[in-house]
C-alpha cells in the first residue's frame, strides 16, 4: 500500500469552476502536510501548509482530517492557469522528508 | 536571491557508465535532500543533509549511489554503474532551520529544477 494515495484523475472541469482533490495517507504518526503544485517538466513549488484547524489562501483552502488521515485540497473560481500537477505531501513522524503521492492531474478549460 | 541549482539539466548515458549531478542549494539553507522520480512513478526521497552529515539517507536505493556534501555547501550525486532502471528525474531541495515553540524543524522545502538522467 502506498504512504499517500491520491487519484490520478486526469481531472478536466471548466474555467470558474470548483475543484476538489482529495488524498488519504497511512502512517498515523505523520505529522506536517502539504499541498504542492508541479507544472509539466517543472519542479515541484509549495502551494501550501495543511493545518488540522483547515486553512485558506485565497482561492485555496485545504483541510486536514488526522482521524480518518485524510487531506482535501478545494480550488473556487479556477483559472486557466491552476492547471498543474497537485501533489499531496505529507512528513513522517521524527523525519523531514517530504513523502509524495502520485499527484493529481488537474485541466481547466476555457 | 538565486534559488536551487542542478547541474546538468539533461544527462544521457550508456548502462554501466557513471554520472555525477550537482546541487546548488540556496545560500544559507543547511539542509539539503535529494529526491529521484522515475517514469510513472510518484516523487520518492533519497537522502537528507544537515551541513556536510548525512541526517537520513534511508531512501538511497543501493550502493551503487553515492552522495556527499563535502564543506557543507553543494552536493553531488554520483551513480556509478548505472543501470536502466536508474532513470528518472532527480530533484534537488533545499531548506534551513527554524525555531519554534517545539524546537528547531525544518522550514519550506525549495526544489531545484530537476536532472533528468536517461540510462539506455
Known amino acids: 500500500r502506498k504512504e499517500v494515495e491520491q487519484d490520478p484523475g486526469p481531472f478536466n472541469v471548466p474555467e470558474g469552476a470548483t475543484v476538489a482533490f482529495n488524498c488519504t495517507y497511512s502512517n498515523s504518526a505523520s505529522q506536517s502536510f502539504f499541498w504542492y503544485r508541479q507544472d509539466c517538466r517543472k519542479e515541484p513549488k509549495l502551494l501550501m501548509s495543511?493545518?488540522?484547524s483547515g486553512n485558506e489562501d485565497g482561492r485555496f483552502t485545504a483541510q486536514l482530517n488526522r482521524a480518518s488521515q485524510y487531506i482535501s485540497l478545494l480550488i473556487r473560481d479556477s483559472k486557466l492557469s491552476d492547471s498543474a500537477t497537485y501533489l499531496c505531501v505529507v512528513t513522517p513522524g521524527g523525519a523531514q522528508k517530504l513523502v509524495f503521492g502520485q499527484g493529481t492531474r488537474l485541466t481547466i478549460n476555457p | 536571491e538565486a534559488g536551487v541549482t542542478q547541474f546538468p539539466s539533461h544527462s544521457v548515458i550508456e548502462k554501466g557508465q557513471t554520472v555525477t549531478l550537482r546541487c546548488d542549494p540556496i545560500?544559507?539553507?543547511?539542509?539539503l535532500y535529494w529526491y529521484r522520480r522515475v517514469m510513472g512513478k510518484e516523487i520518492k526521497f533519497l537522502l537528507h543533509f544537515v551541513k556536510e552529515s548525512k541526517q537520513d539517507e534511508s531512501g538511497m536505493p543501493n550502493n551503487r549511489f553515492l552522495a556527499e556534501r563535502t564543506g557543507g555547501t553543494y552536493s553531488t550525486l554520483k551513480v556509478q554503474p548505472a543501470e536502466l532502471e536508474d532513470s528518472g528525474v532527480y530533484f534537488c531541495?533545499?531548506?534551513?532551520?527554524?525555531?519554534?515553540?517545539?524546537?528547531?524543524?525544518?522550514?519550506?522545502?525549495?526544489f531545484g529544477p530537476g536532472t533528468r538522467l536517461t540510462v539506455t
Open positions: 495543511v493545518y488540522s
Open positions: 545560500s544559507g539553507h543547511d539542509n
Open positions: 531541495a533545499s531548506s534551513q532551520d527554524l525555531l519554534g515553540t517545539s524546537g528547531w524543524s525544518s522550514y519550506e522545502q525549495y
